[in-house]
């Protein structure tokens, strides 16, 4: 009787045991953020905000690590070689689709898992508040025409997304433009501030401090819709420059993650995109929250990464 | 009535709290060469969205300030700069303690540091806009002459060496050129290493030509050196006296203008700062021949200067909503978190904000001089008490994880490794190692805006003379280099005489 009584107190414990080991689901632990820029930038700031949004909805703990180098080449690198457990998750902008093209390093689409788009940044054309040259886009463009590299066009870095977005507008516009490159956007318009150079097309966050100040002005956007963030400043488009190129941003995992995880993580991550604070968070650094998950999202991404493939040789002369 | 109303806001006790908690936490980051308060301010900055935003910004002001001073204490100590600030520090301050004045040293570290904080938060408080201002008309051209006059250092503090000192310095050059090209975008000498696309990074680099090498040369000399009686014996006094504070007014009055205007320019910090008024301070001073080799009043130049730069940094930031370095960067993140944008309408819509940060500097600037001069005595004591294999162990171990800690790469490691080899062949050889570190930091910065002004000029090297800000520069620059020379053909001449007499 006793025995048969131990063997049934065992057998509970032990199916109790495996009840338990079912039950623990994903995520039971802290997850890894990895950022691929350094402290303080936009890609820091929006993996806190996803991390902190996506922590509290899965309750766990998701805190940020920073792997910055050779435009994100490295963090990007890094999630790539993780545990495939989906503890490790990394942010991956525009530069994503990017960064094989420009060489830095063999990053292709099926290089990680796309858990989704988390936003989109519109290229802001912005000029100096006090030019008395031109104040509106049709000015601009017909200055630009009447002066073949007499307008200098500042950009992030060579071959960075706001060096192609201000090709593609050269181009589209048929214009030349004398185009500096500065080692990061916060630069170049802190230089467009100090009126060292004519205008600049990058991310409205960059530039939102010198409108404020009344030293900058926004004149269009280049996207094909106008950006929720800047509801009144016109598109290229309705200028009649046929020329769209939104930065944007996702998340993403290593390869071979269950697909049960990555279900759980990419739900996640929509959830936090389409939350009220994120919208808040987004409109107050002149960005818009688009979420694109799954299919769809890795269709996207193989077509960024098949438009940069020709799109950079092009621009760089290559 | 402002006044009242910010003291109110800052003298509580939760607040004061969180700034001992910043002023102990910087206090850390910032003694421990690689560990950077960029990165202290990121950790801490998800924490500080759970207070009050004068409790978090007191924590962030907290860390930000004691950092860029505790990086002077162990450049002092162990001639390792704990952050690249106080890169200067270690010519002047590691002299002083070898000649067993470290109590004195970390004084000055730490008296100089908090009046250098306290001057530019002042400066903050009534000429945010002209400085911000004028900071904007710092463009390319006039960047490229900014770091052309720091690169014409190389021979001032090169000392008796000065063929060495040049030839330290071009190597510099050479390893600065390193990275993807600012202008075309093709890799250079980056042997197919990702992580070497940005270029050698600069921490690392230090880390290893101080830290390692110095405890490299150091071991090749046990058994060698004759025991230094000065050094092991008492500590002696720690701040300066009334008279030395008098004699070094023009100097350090020098170098806070300096320092906060440097610190006031984008893309420019403590160590450019300090290379520049270590310089400017000792053509203005009657010790002039001690600079670099443990002259107080130098350290007290580069101190002051160093943290001087934070107001300057923070105008810009406030003023401008320009980050001018990545501290004040990730400072806006945290801003903005409390939704506060900063810029000029920062200063109308949320002047009680503006006034409690300028508040808040000062109040962190005395917490370091409480923490400072009671914690001096003791630090210089415990060197002191150490047996030179102990220090020796503990600064390789925090060599290593400082480099490691700078951007979770490997690769940095190795990077400081090979510096401190080169740190251990320069010392062997004679090589003066200033030379190379100021060609590290300045080489990028004039060869990317020397390129970048030509773009925009077409080619024409007329803007350099046309722009009064550049051509003050270019001036100053080649009088540097007259000088230099003058000076040393004047040194041989006294030799030769010598000789003959």
Redo the contacts between chains.
Sequence with gaps: MKKALLLLLTLVLLLSSFAVLAEEKFPNKPITMVVQA????LS??VS?EIA?LMGNDLGVRITC???????G??GM?YVEASPKDGYVIGHAPIEYAMLKT????NITPESNTFLGQAYTTVPALTIKADDTRFSNMEEFFAYAKQNP?GI?MGNA???SIWHLVALGIEKAAGVQF??????GA??A???L?????DAIAIGPIEV???V???KLKVIGVAADERSSAFPDIETLKESGIDFALVHWGGFIAPVGIDAEVEKILTESLKKAVESEEFAKFMN??GMDPVFRGGEEAKTFVQEQFDYFAVAIPEA?GK | MDILQTMQAIMQPSVLLFMLVGVIVGTLIGALPGLSVVMAIALFTPITFLLEPTQGLAMLIGIYNAGVWAGGISAVLINTPGTPASIMSTLDGYAMTQRGEAGLGLGINTVYSVIGGIFSSIVLMFAAFPIANFALNFGPAEYAMLAFFGLSMIISVSGKELLKGVIVGLFGLLIATVGTDVMFGNARYTLGVMELRNGIPFIPVMIGLFGIGEILDQITQIGKEEPTASFKGKIGRILPTGKQFRNWLPATGLSAVIGVIVGAIPGTGGDIASIVSWDQARRISKDKENYGKGSPEALAVTCLSNNAVIGGAMTTMMALGIPGDGVTAVLIGSLMMYSVRPGPMMFIEQRPMVLNIMGLMIVANLFILLVGLATAKSSAKMLNRLSKPTIWIVVAILCLVGSYAISNSLVDVWIAFAAGILGFIFRKTNMPLAPFVLAIILGPMFEANLRRTLTITGGSYAIFVTNPISLVLLVLSILSFISAIYRSSKAKRKTAEEAQA
């Design positions: 350094n402290p303080g930038g820091d700031q806190q902190m690590v920073y792997k910055p180098g050779a435009s080449a490295v690198t420009l060489g830095f390093a590299g200098k870095g060579v071959g004398t185009h500096v490159p500065f080692e916060a630069p318009a802190t230089a501030m100090g009126g060292h150079i939102k401090a010198g404020d100040a009344g107050e650094r760089l």
